[in-house]
């Protein structure tokens, strides 16, 4: 995955062309720094330059390049906005849950299957793993997952008793 979906278009602001971003991200500042995004609707993929941003309350307000009035914003309303991966900034400490998803998953050497979601439950966080044996909640707790690999694209858990019973 190259690209990171970090917000979606809800609608056309006011009648230049201005879009209307719900972030899917914990910082929407970051909107500020960015000087091109994507927007994606199913195989449908249009980058464009960022001409102004600005975030108000919890939403994102951007102009970009090539949409000018209210009836071309129109026709991005539900798209995704992504930008490409080299533009996340590294987390000082942890990881972002888009790199989690699609490691292998082991349990020892036994391999459990492909992490597909992350979910959150309020409590912890829980990896949802896709294998031979179903689906597996495996909690994300530092007692549970030994280490992460994410340039390797692995995560080595020691599961708890009688959680693969059933």
Request: proline content about 6%.
């Amino acid at each position: 995955m190259d690209e990171v979906l970090i917000g979606e278009v809800l609608r056309p602001h006011g009648f230049s062309g201005e879009l209307k971003i719900y972030p899917l991200t914990t910082d929407p500042a970051r909107f500020l720094k960015l000087k091109e995004i994507i927007l994606r609707c199913g195989m449908h993929e249009r980058p464009f330059k960022i001409i102004s941003a600005r975030v108000q309350m919890d939403l994102v307000f951007l102009i970009v390049e090539g949409i000018e009035g209210i009836d071309q914003a129109e026709k991005y309303r539900g798209w995704e906005v992504l930008i490409d991966r080299s533009e996340v900034p590294p987390l000082k400490e942890g990881w972002y849950y888009f790199e989690l998803e699609g490691m292998q998953v082991y349990d020892g050497d036994v391999l459990l299957g492909t992490l597909s979601s992350v979910l959150e439950t309020g409590a912890n966080d829980v990896y949802l793993v896709k294998g031979p044996k179903g689906e597996i909640c495996v909690p994300a707790l530092k007692s549970v997952v030994l280490h992460v690999d994410v340039e390797g694209r692995r995560m080595d858990v020691t599961l708890p008793p009688g959680l693969l019973e059933g």
